[in-house]
């Protein structure tokens, strides 16, 4: 007797794996065009670039790279001990806002602290006020450092860790930790020894996360005047109007984010833990008294207060004072914008990701997985190398296609695909398919495949049974995959910008332009938009941590 998936194997249309192996070519596209462009363009480029900026640009990335995992990594796996392990005064009201700064594009943060910490800012002039310091007569760290840009990506970044690491530490039996504490082991040793062990994969995946964020970022480096290859890529292509040489950054990225999309493979693959006791209670919670409780209460208030709490009060002190008009036309036009795009953006790529969590399911087996595979790459590819690597091919063929019905029908089309939206919209599918097919796959697993077989034995087809069978199951989880996408093409910046049509600005867009133009008070109004709606999903991840 067949099983359930294999007889849906069977009878699964074509028209289903062609239109989810043309998503995968959607998500590969990129990619190739940024190999062939980069390999076409010859060598002179990149011998220029390895000459001048090349190492300077390597360099910023990696030593940025470094300083996020390390913060990200402390901030993430303490915090989450101490909320999982001990019971202090706050923990349950800490344990959900230490979700909070998840809500904040980096280059927010970066606008808020640039206005509080630099020379006219509040911090310096309090301190020459109080000090009689004149403008020479001390040092104040520089916020618009590489320094202060880790500061700021740490601080957003961090929850992904947390994250992570919390749920890995709930899910842990307590006879280990016990038994180590039986041995003499203090809290602190028996958390290195035991606990981060059995969660180095969830606290590896976290940390990974938000090193890819890193790669990717645009608007906090480039504000802070950092070179890395995200800025590089924008400043060759606009800048300098060096196609070849952002093909070739770009590539020399896309190789650095896919070798660490490869190294999460393997340490997912390889990091496996069996533990026997898994099913015995949890142990139970220590509790911290004194000087101990108010220490823990401080550590986990402090990202709490820098990532969430600060930005807000410093947006809002800018954002009173700036007359900027929310309702008035062009401010409107902005957020129109924005909310078309995250839409559009929103659905097609939810409609994406069900088409290939469906073909996966009817016809399980390599070619589905690969097609999967290859969708999920674009999480791991930062916004400007998917810009670049979509601009080039659908330029080329605008071109070619104005020229030929100019030549055959004298009549010009222009700039079709390029001068639209619907190349930006293609973009954001190809960045955020990957967390619209987690949302997916995880509501997936609770539609079981007797309902599958059900479906058909009463004469239901493939579409069929999605439509009334899985859909309606899946709500909760497509909401959910819905608002993640949606949320994060709001706050997107280097494909938007170097994507969207002429004079077509969304509130992100119009945040970095103001603060490019060292208006921090203006652009302080979209920031507070984008972090509003941000908070959505925010406000879903801190009910499901209040119910856990």
Not at 87 to 100: N, S, T
């Amino acid at each position: 007797m067949l099983r359930p998936t294999q007889r849906a194997k069977r009878r699964a249309p074509a028209s289903l794996s062609g239109l989810a192996w043309l998503v995968a070519a959607i998500c590969l596209l990129p990619m190739v065009a940024v190999a062939i462009a980069a390999l076409s363009g010859g060598t002179d480029t990149i011998v220029h670039l390895a000459d001048t900026v090349l190492g300077r640009y390597a360099a910023n990335t990696v030593l940025l790279v470094v300083l996020v995992s390390f913060g990200t990594f402390a901030i993430g796996v303490g915090a989450a001990w101490l909320v999982t392990m001990t019971r202090f005064p706050m923990v349950k009201i800490l344990e959900v806002a230490l979700v909070l700064p998840l809500a904040f594009p980096a280059y927010v943060l970066a606008y808020a602290y640039t206005h509080m910490l630099d020379h006219p800012g509040i911090v310096q002039t309090t301190l020459r006020s109080l000090m009689g310091w004149g403008p020479r007569d001390y040092w104040f760290p520089e916020i618009r450092s590489l320094g202060g840009a880790a500061v700021m990506l740490i601080l957003v970044l961090y929850p992904y860790v947390y994250l992570l690491a919390r749920a890995s530490f709930l899910q842990q039996s307590g006879s280990t930790f016990m038994a180590a504490r039986a041995l003499g082991s203090r809290p602190w040793v028996a958390l290195w020894r035991v606990s981060l062990p059995l969660a180095r994969p969830a606290i590896a995946a976290g940390v990974l996360l938000a090193v890819m964020e890193t790669i990717a970022d645009f608007g906090t480096v480039a504000y802070f005047g950092v070179q890395t290859f995200a800025t590089g890529i924008y400043t060759s292509w606009f800048s300098l109007g060096d196609r070849a040489g952002a093909a070739q950054l770009a590539l020399c990225l896309l190789s650095f984010a896919l070798l660490l999309a490869v190294l999460e493979r393997v340490q997912r693959g390889r990091a496996k833990y069996h533990d026997p006791t898994r099913t015995q209670k949890h142990h139970p919670p220590i509790t911290l008294k004194g000087w101990a409780a108010a220490g823990a209460a401080l550590l986990c208030g402090i990202p709490v207060f820098f990532g969430a709490i600060i930005p807000v009060i410093a947006l809002f002190s800018l954002g009173i004072g700036s007359e900027q008009d929310l309702l008035s036309p062009r401010y409107l036009g902005f957020i129109r914008n924005s909310l078309l795009l995250a839409s559009i953006a929103a659905g097609l790529t939810l409609g994406a990701a069900i088409i290939l969590g469906f073909y996966q399911r009817t016809q399980p087996g390599r070619a589905a997985s690969t097609s999967v595979y290859a969708a999920r790459l674009g999480y791991a590819v930062p916004g400007g190398v998917i810009a670049v690597g979509l601009l080039v091919p659908f330029a080329a063929f605008d071109n070619v296609l104005d020229a030929w019905m100019r030549a055959t029908f004298d009549i010009s089309t222009g700039l079709l695909i390029t001068g639209s939206i619907w190349l930006l919209v293609f973009a954001y599918m190809v960045r955020f398919l990957a967390a619209a097919l987690g949302a997916y796959e995880g509501g997936q697993a609770l539609v079981h495949a007797n309902m599958d077989a059900a479906s058909r034995s009463l004469g239901k087809g493939p579409f069929a049974t999605l439509r009334r069978v899985h859909l309606p199951i899946l709500t909760p989880s497509l909401l959910t995959a819905l608002l993640i996408v949606f949320v994060d093409v709001m706050k997107e910046l280097p494909a938007t910008l170097i994507l969207r049509p002429f004079n077509y600005d969304t509130l992100a867009v119009q945040a970095y332009r103001l603060a490019s133009d060292e208006r921090l008070d203006g652009a302080a109004v979209p920031s507070l938009v984008i972090v509003a709606v941000g908070l959505l999903p925010v406000i879903l991840i801190c009910r499901q941590v209040g119910r856990e």
